[in-house]
């Protein structure tokens, strides 16, 4: 039996040299201001544009022709559209302009284009092609592709998202990487869906290849909130992610994390937890060995976890390594009642953390009044020097303005006007390598983002039987010599031990 390619892969894990239609770009207009965007070569949505679908930003209107077919990562310049025209596609709340009232015979070839725009977008092909677009005088963006940290970025926040500083600390600290099995509760907007994801993928799957060669990664994401499932379902097939992340609407705190045996037929077999939950203490009661593992005295107190029945080895769990668990608390109260919770059940290593993140801004500054006049740079004197020569233009022309002296300066000797100064600045910024002038320096942003939550970690260790143990001797016996006999450490504390202590041993030995 062949195996069936996967026809289209995720942007977040494959994404090609250039950007093609269909592909779900990133408009990187400055630092903290990313739009998301997907890239169509027709106007799906007949906003009249003769230039075809566009995207407008504050820094311009970008046709969408202008974008498909440009490397990642590219610059891209504003192009001149008509932006008066949005109000055009039909359904806009019932409402016209006088002026189409007027002149409503002389737009009949245009509502034809509007109606030609709409079956282009039913038939998925364009009859009309868009107009060529004119470049802008100012304003550009650039173009990135899809990952986990442009989506933190630009993703529609339905909840209090989880940022790529503590995402990427908690995906190392619970040890997710290609072939890990993650359990997430409170999914919430997608961040962490998005990376840890990206962190577990190790392929697709293949007919013709057999589970123990390669095991699959895969993230069991939990959200109990209906509306913000459906959202985040639609988005997850929409950016390719269905196969690596199963996604169950489900309250873990009530139910548990159980799932369809359609789905997991086999069993979860997670070794990484992450819960973002109001309370995760309740979810604990579900993550655990079995029930005889544990040693909890029995409790009437609303703080005690109130254990389910369950298997003899937990489906959840893998039993075979040990589970790496993160929860994201923003109260102090939440992290000390999950934390009284881990070890009643037999969580080890548990340890609190709380990430903070500062930016630096690094670059060129140039100063000098060779400077003035050019963005981005400061045209303050930079030396004595530079400040007496321009002290002694100063007064000069003031000299000038007040008349002072009895003759009149020659006109070699005026001083030269702002005007022809800024003038002679510009013509000489074309010869100069504006990228290597100036000083390199880097500063801290002003604001710093310190408290977002705290991330309590915790280690449950695998299941180890009787039948383990014996198993663990066989592979790894006892040391002893090829003579069967024991060996120098063991021989020399059986002496120690015959000779009735160590000061009978050096006794034993001085005799000798």
Not at 74 to 92: E, I, L, M, P, Y
Not at 285 to 297: A, E, H, M, T
Not at 383 to 409: K, T, W
């Amino acid at each position: 039996m062949a195996a069936t390619p996967i026809t289209h892969p995720s942007p977040f894990i494959f994404t090609g040299p250039t950007a093609k239609p269909n592909d779900l770009a990133i408009l990187h207009l400055k630092r903290d201001l990313l739009v998301p965007t997907i890239l169509r070569s027709y106007d799906e949505s007949n906003e009249g544009y003769s230039e075809g679908k566009v995207s407008n930003t504050r820094f311009g209107s970008f046709p969408h022709s202008t974008l498909i077919g440009v490397s990642w990562g590219s610059q891209v310049r504003a192009s001149t559209v008509d932006t008066g025209s949005r109000g055009r596609k039909n359904g806009g709340k019932g409402k016209k302009r006088k002026r189409d009232l007027e002149e409503k015979d002389d737009n009949d070839d245009l509502e034809i284009k509007g109606s030609d725009y709409a079956s282009n977008f039913v038939l998925g092909k364009s009859l009309m092609p868009p107009k060529a677009a004119v470049m802008a005088s100012t304003g550009f963006v650039h173009l990135l592709p899809p990952t986990p940290e442009t989506w933190t970025a630009a993703l529609p926040h339905r909840t209090q998202v989880v940022y790529t500083p503590d995402y990427s600390y908690i995906l190392h600290r619970i040890r997710a990487r290609p072939g890990s099995v993650l359990i997430e509760a409170g999914a919430g907007s997608g961040s962490f869906t998005h990376a840890a994801a990206r962190a577990v993928f190790n392929g697709y799957s293949n007919p013709m290849q057999s589970k123990d060669e390669t095991k699959q990664g895969k993230v069991w994401s939990y959200e109990f909130h209906e509306q913000r499932f459906q959202k985040l379902r639609a988005e997850i097939n929409e950016h390719g992610l269905d196969e690596v992340v199963e996604i169950t609407h489900k309250d873990v705190c009530q139910d548990g994390f159980s799932v369809e045996e359609s789905r997991a037929s086999l069993g979860v077999n997670a070794n990484a937890v992450f819960l973002d939950l109001p309370a995760p203490w309740l979810a604990l009661k579900q993550l655990v060995r079995n029930r005889d593992s544990l040693s909890i005295q029995p409790d009437q107190s609303a703080a005690a976890p109130q254990l389910i029945d369950v298997t003899p080895s937990n489906p959840l769990l893998d039993p075979r390594s040990s589970i790496y668990l993160c929860t994201f608390s923003p109260c102090i109260e939440q992290v000390q009642r999950t934390i009284s919770t881990l070890r009643k059940l037999g969580w080890h290593d548990i340890e609190t953390v709380e990430t903070s993140s500062k930016r630096f801004e690094t670059k060129r500054e140039r100063v000098g009044l060779q400077e003035e006049g050019i963005r981005g740079s400061n045209g303050s004197p930079a030396s004595v020097d530079e400040a007496l020569a321009r002290l002694r233009e100063v007064e000069g022309h003031s000299r000038i303005f007040h008349n002072e002296g009895d003759e009149s300066p020659a006109p070699s000797v005026l001083p030269i006007s702002k005007q022809d100064r800024l003038r002679s600045i510009q013509e000489a910024q074309e010869g100069r390598k504006l990228y290597k002038a100036g000083r390199l320096v880097h500063r801290a942003e002003q604001e710093l983002k310190m408290h977002t939550s705290y991330l309590v970690f915790a280690i449950l260790p695998r299941e180890w039987s009787l039948e383990d143990e014996l198993a663990a001797q066989e592979r790894l016996p006892s040391k002893k010599d090829s003579t069967g006999t024991l060996g120098r450490l063991q021989a020399k504390k059986a002496a120690k031990a015959k000779a009735g202590g160590n000061l009978a041993c050096e006794m034993q030995h001085e005799n000798r």
